[in-house]
């Protein structure tokens, strides 16, 4: 693609993403015309003088499909981000948002809460865990002779297993059949029952942290060729190193806390953006936001309404479709590759 | 205060081993200042800790009087820049994009992209490398000689004082290798500060000014070609009988190789 | 297994009464697997407390050897005796330690109880000279017609037979089909949600299994009827958009009606439904809420409670 059609291709992308969201809000088990879904958001914001519908279709509408079509825009949006940001920070085209550890910790912390009792603060339980997986991993990496990104996935991974195996073992020895099913939602990833309460910390968790990722990830294109070469322009490369992974996986965890552990979009979304838009990665993350963004907005529109009145947990829709998307854009831009 | 790039008694330890050992060089401004000596002699550390881009275990930089080690890494890119050996990504970027790297020192953190002062410096840069035609084929794509030139072009775009190359000419034909080091002469000619390893010893006699011999990481000897290249240090230094003849038409020294005076069984 | 057995059996039980007794071998056959007993169990393993409840019921209670995976203790009147029981496990045993209780016949709540990650598969058993029996509602690898009382009492009448218990089954069943027709359906018309657990999606009662039996003898209207399964994970946006007027709540051990009550109570979209306003709640302990002797008891205790929910505003 030549640089004059790339530049349109983030502002056409986020109107693709707006018309979605706003598509995505109309769909569900919930019989309701889109001009009333419409009007009663309009009423909601003070916009319309009166609401088209009963209080309980404007409960659906407004606590229910906003909060959850906003919550998996932000999700894919800070999937993507996350996920570009780690391969590019550990030249690692297999790097995910969950490199450090982050969702094995996050699924050990939501399994304690939940078979303690504390079923609703299993947000709180999964970025607890998280939080612990992440020190965890830096500490083993730091005992292995400091931060490099060979070290930090190394750790992440053997702490990713320890934690999950944690988890394996409190599911076999105390879960009972009903929260099993809680679990194993929780597990492939799931926005079911969102609510504004949730929905609030990781829409601002994906505008401050994605800012700030955005504006300190320009100096990874200095990465291209290595740590040295990165260095000799200039780039802190210890303090950028630092302030990336934090923030990664902080967004991360506020993420996954929330929603689970949604596999498949901070892999591959990047990939698919990479190979339309190039390397340079004041183009890739921002685009890569987007792309994210209006995936996951589909997908959990899919997961919801497909076969309702069931909801399928969305981390199998992510999964199922996709890795054949992928492999069309690959074979699409094969002359490339 | 001298101008150009003046070290003194660096030394770099690692794992328990010398990697260099008080090693001090002086490479004069307007001057090309050739770094050689065997493999494994410490050239290309003494380059990297020069720049600040590996730890040092004592030693002194000063470029231009100012201390290099001691200075912002983003004031030290708008100084000085470096081109590595191998340039080797997985990044998808054009040969124009990776010539923008070099703007990255200059640009703000709040620029959106680079501006069109960046676009005119790297059109020049690689104007001078004669790869202006490459700009948009994207960089994997390139021959290795390519990639070379296009890494040239990059360190071209900081617009640096100070130039410290790795080996520029490994993957070149005949004829870049020539066109590379002529340029490299014009720049030190225009003020700048160039600091170039080199493995080919006619090259280096051809086109350097000032030479700085290494050998298990010390420094072993350091003057013009003329007086640095005889074949007393060949034979000590490189193992090899040579022959200093003078160039026809430059005048300069040119080495005519004789067989190598180890035997020809082979290492044990 | 086909409803024409269970007709027979059931038909042979209550015009012979005289015809009590068990001829033995017994074959038949359950979930897919032919049965076969030579003789009366004498020594039964019982797993999952709808299995328990069921022996005790029918007085077989000196006849078990080991329980497990149980929901707590029995209901009245077979608490005390359920108490002293052998505790196998708590969840599922190994084969093992099963297989050391020396039983003739294990009795399964699921199908899935019969698994190498649980008591051993059927066959394996079956070879053993243990005799394997699953609750022909629980049964997954065959599914059974839609669940009524009259397949659950045609299970008392099964047990009974291969028991060699006739007397106590049809004492047992006459018992509870008076009891059942003494319920009145709710002839105000209303719809219920059954809701069985789950907190971001609710795990609820769909039209083919206990939870619709139940409501149907309660006059309720399962707002999931039209689902051909079990349960199902639903959503809560369809249950909010159904806004049944009862909700039937499955009292668990880690689910608790006062969990779930919270919940309900807290959820912004939940609390604006009148069941929640003004708690509109039935509940059934988690034990009663599938196929098995609690079913008519627990179905009378929500009629009664039913009864007495206020509809006006």
């Known amino acids: 693609m030549n640089p004059p059609r790339l530049r349109l291709f983030a502002p056409a992308l986020l109107a693709i993403l707006l018309a979605s969201m706003v598509l995505a809000v109309t769909l569900g088990p919930a019989d309701i015309a889109p001009m009333e879904v419409w009007q009663t958001i309009g009423h909601r914001l003070g916009l319309v003088a009166e609401s088209p519908v009963g209080r309980l279709r404007e409960a659906i509408i407004w606590e229910l499909r906003l909060p959850r079509v906003l919550v998996a825009a932000a999700m894919g949006a800070g999937l993507a981000l996350c996920g570009a940001v780690l391969q590019a920070l550990t030249r690692n085209p297999l790097a995910d948002p969950y490199l450090l550890g982050l969702s094995s910790g996050a699924s050990l912390g939501a399994v304690i809460f939940l078979l303690l009792g504390a079923t609703l603060l299993m947000p709180l339980g999964a970025f607890l865990g998280a939080g612990a997986a992440m020190a965890l991993t830096l500490l083993v990496t730091q005992l292995l002779g400091g931060v490099t990104p060979s070290r930090a996935i190394l750790a992440g991974i053997s702490i990713s297993a320890l934690a999950a195996a944690g988890t394996s073992l409190l599911i076999f020895w105390s879960v009972t059949a009903d929260s099993y099913r809680e679990i194993l939602s929780w597990l492939m990833g799931s926005l079911g029952g969102v609510v504004w309460g949730e929905a609030l910390p990781v829409l601002a968790g994906v505008a401050v942290l994605g800012g700030l990722l955005l504006v300190s990830g320009r100096a990874l294109d200095a990465f291209a060729f290595g740590e040295t070469a990165a260095a000799s322009l200039g780039v802190d490369v210890a303090r950028l190193r630092w302030l990336l992974l934090g923030g990664t996986a902080l967004l991360t965890g506020v993420l996954v806390s929330i929603g689970g552990a949604i596999g498949f979009v901070g892999l591959v979304v990047p990939h698919i953006v990479r190979l339309v838009t190039g390397s340079r990665h004041r183009l890739l993350l921002p685009v890569s936001m987007l792309a994210g963004a209006i995936f996951m907005v589909w997908t959990d529109t899919a997961a919801r309404s497909l076969f309702a009145p069931r909801e399928l947990p969305v981390g199998i829709l992510t999964a199922l479709l996709g890795a054949p998307i992928f492999l069309l854009v690959l074979f699409r831009y094969r002359r490339i590759t | ?268 | 297994m086909r409803p024409l057995p269970h007709f027979l059996c059931l038909s042979l039980l209550l015009t012979a009464p005289a015809l009590a007794q068990t001829e033995y071998p017994l074959t038949l056959d359950n979930c897919g697997v032919t049965l076969s007993l030579p003789a009366a169990p004498e020594r039964v393993v019982a797993i999952r407390s709808t299995s328990t409840e069921m022996l005790l019921a029918l007085g077989l209670g000196e006849r078990i050897v080991g329980v497990a995976f149980q929901d707590g203790l029995a209901a009245e009147p077979w608490t005390a005796q359920s108490a002293v029981l052998p505790v196998l496990a708590e969840k599922l045993p190994s084969p093992e330690v099963v297989l050391e209780a020396e039983p003739d016949l294990i009795y399964a709540g699921w199908e899935s109880n019969f698994s190498l990650e649980g008591v051993g598969e059927r066959a394996t058993l079956g070879a053993l000279g243990v005799a394997t029996y699953v609750s022909p509602a629980a049964c997954r690898s065959i599914v059974p017609p839609k669940l009524s009382f009259d397949a659950v009492f045609a299970e008392i009448a099964e047990v009974g037979a291969l028991f060699d218990a006739g007397d106590a089954a049809r004492a047992l069943i006459a018992a509870q089909q008076a009891a059942l027709a003494g319920i009145a359906p709710d002839p105000r018309g209303l719809t219920a949600l059954w809701y069985s657990s789950g907190t971001k999606a609710p795990y609820v009662g769909a039209g083919r299994n206990a939870p619709q039996m139940m409501l149907e003898a309660l006059g309720l209207e399962n707002i999931f009827a039209g689902v051909d399964d079990g349960w199902i994970s639903a959503s809560w946006e369809a249950v909010v958009d159904a806004d049944p007027d009862v909700i039937v709540l499955v009292d668990g051990e880690r689910n608790s009606v006062a969990q779930k009550k919270a919940l309900l109570a807290e959820n912004p979209i939940t609390s604006q439904l009148d069941a929640v306003i003004h708690q509109r709640y039935l509940v059934i302990p988690f034990a009663a809420a599938e196929a098995g002797v609690r079913n008519v008891p627990a179905t009378r205790d929500m009629a009664a409670q039913l009864a007495g929910l206020s509809f006006t505003p």
């Open chain 2, 1 to 268: 205060m001298s101008a150009g790039l003046e070290i003194s008694e660096m030394s770099v330890r690692a794992g328990g081993k010398m990697l260099l050992d008080g090693v001090g060089l002086m490479a004069a401004r307007g001057l090309v200042t050739g770094l050689i000596g065997p493999n494994g002699a410490g050239k290309s550390t003494l380059m990297r800790a020069s720049l600040g881009l590996m730890p040092v275990s004592g030693g002194r930089v000063r470029f231009n009087g100012a201390d290099l080690l001691a200075m912002p890494g983003r004031d030290r890119a708008r100084l000085a820049a470096f081109v590595e050996q191998s340039g080797g990504t997985d990044a998808r970027l054009t040969a124009r994009d990776v010539v923008l790297l070099g703007r990255i020192p200059f640009q703000s953190l709040w620029q959106s992209g680079p501006s069109p002062e960046d676009e005119r410096i790297a059109g020049e840069a690689l104007d001078a490398v004669a790869m202006r035609g490459f700009a948009d084929r994207l960089y994997h794509t390139l021959s290795g000689g390519e990639q070379q030139r296009v890494q040239i072009a990059r360190a071209l775009a900081q617009q640096p004082q100070l130039l410290v190359l790795d080996e520029p000419t490994n993957h070149l034909d005949i004829h870049a290798q020539l066109a590379t080091l002529t340029l490299l002469r014009r720049l030190a000619a225009e003020g700048a500060t160039v600091v170039v390893a080199l493995h080919d010893l006619n090259l280096a006699a051809g086109f350097c000014d000032h030479l700085v011999v290494l050998n298990a990481a010390r420094l072993v000897a350091a003057g013009p070609p003329e007086t640095v290249l005889s074949p007393a240090l060949l034979r000590e230094i490189y193992e090899v009988e040579a022959v200093v003849l003078a160039h026809p038409q430059t005048g300069r020294p040119m080495l005519a190789y004789g067989p190598p005076t180890i035997s020809a069984a082979p290492p044990q």
